[in-house]
């Protein structure tokens, strides 16, 4: 129904813009169900049991990104009135960074969304699907065929409004999961649970060993430049955020989104603590993967109604994020590789982004079936393990083109966008032999970037 009245009287600039008239209060609240998406509501709450409540370092130093996007990144896309972001690279430096920059971000997002799909419906398998004798790959089938059916004409538009209310049934199971398992555990009141969470071990934000890989500071620098480059680098996020109709709505929703979500993470890592308190008062025994405490309690130990509300959570976290990158993955390729707006008149723009747009919902579905038998970890160490690596070329781009004014041999990016993180992943490898012991966590992002940044400046331009 959603679609149906989003896409009533749209032109075709409308599915990659949204005719820039969304209100800014729509986009923060529906960003948060795309940011958080199935990979927070099931492997966030899992994950206490391995680093306790360190993963909300990271989160603090969300804000930080935050602000350096509504601050930096904001005012030069609206400057420019960009639709695709990596326009930018391109007036910057030259066609090949621009197509390296678009590249890197097809790569990472079709891998990371992929990921977040492949959690999902793996746990939706195990506890439905199964049960009716339908294979995984179908039921894969099913869940990106839905998601194409209802973005493939309103676009964008159609996103901002599907990802409100996609984010509002994802808060509403959070928080109705917190009230039944308090509940279970004869807690009754909200100062009753924070008292109990916060008496919990568990319940540890600070890691001050320098040398562990969840580390305050680097977790806390891990998690500013994880959301610059996975919201202020990201056609994804950022094309949400230029759908509002000024600069000024954009930073308002950026604000409101960032306190929101800080406070929801802080809700699943709540939820975490109370999950494994619920296990060890009733003495069952905790799955070998964290990733699957949550839905093996909720549908083995809790009621039928907590098993309902946790099956339409995490249903709503798996749309509210692919649907977005299917939108976005569609609109780089289209601009960035394709110059639909160049290349083609109207007709023909509609006809080649409706193929560009299966092509990507068909190529999801065979990375979520791939990924399902090579993962054997938590998934949300992989969805940052990945971003650690793809996106570190972005920022290494970016920073250079803001904070110099060096000019670039532009057909030298894209072997230097390869080798960084090929020489990051070497040295991440070997870091305790290296560095007296250091081991690199999420913070590989930053040496990624730094060695993209570093190449950059040796290939620069003589003045």
Known sequence: MISWFTSRKISEETFFTGDRQSPWFLVAFGMIGASLSGVTFISVPGEIGNTKFHYFQVVLGYTLGYFTIAKVLLPLYYRLNLVS????????????SYKTGAFFFILSRTLGSSIRVFLVAGVLQLILFDQWGIPFWFSVLITVSLIWLYTHRGGIKTVVWTDTL???????????????????????????????????????????????????????????????????????????????????????????????LVLVNLLFLTLGVLLYQFVENNALAIPARTDDLYPFLATQHFSAFAAIVFILGITAAAYSSADST?????????????????????????????????????????????????????????????????????????????????????????????????????????????????????????????????????????V
């Open 85 to 96: 972001i990596y326009t930018y690279l391109d007036n910057r430096f030259g066609f090949w």
């Open 166 to 260: 996609q984010t509002f049934f994802m808060l509403s199971a959070v928080l109705v999961s917190i009230y039944l398992v308090a509940k279970d555990l004869g807690i009754l009141s909200f100062s009753e649970i924070f008292q109990t969470v916060a008496s919990d071990s568990r319940a540890e934000i600070f890691n001050w060993d320098w040398k562990s890989g969840t580390n305050f500071f680097k977790q806390f620098a891990s998690g500013a430049f994880i959301t610059i480059v996975m919201t202020g680098l990201d056609q994804d996020m950022m094309q949400k955020n230029l759908t509002c109709k000024n600069i000024g709505d954009a930073q308002k929703n950026m604000f409101w989104f960032t306190i929101i």
């Open 326 to 462: 299917l939108t976005a993955l569609t609109t780089s390729f289209c601009f960035d590789f394709l110059g639909i707006d160049k290349k083609y008149g109207k007709e023909k723009q509609v006809s080649v982004r409706k193929q560009v747009h299966l092509a990507f919902t068909a190529l999801m579905f065979l990375v979520v079936l791939v990924f399902r038998w090579i993962n054997d970890q938590s998934v949300i160490n992989a969805v940052f393990i990945i971003a650690g690596y793809t996106y570190g070329p972005l920022l290494g781009l970016y920073a250079f083109g803001l904070f110099t004014k060096w000019q670039v041999r532009d057909k030298w990016v894209p072997y230097l966008a390869l080798a960084a993180p090929i020489i990051a992943f070497i040295i991440a490898q070997n870091s305790k032999k290296l560095f007296w012991g250091y081991e690199f966590g999420f913070e590989v992002l930053i040496l990624n970037g730094l060695l993209m940044f570093t190449g950059l400046v040796l290939i620069r331009e003589k």
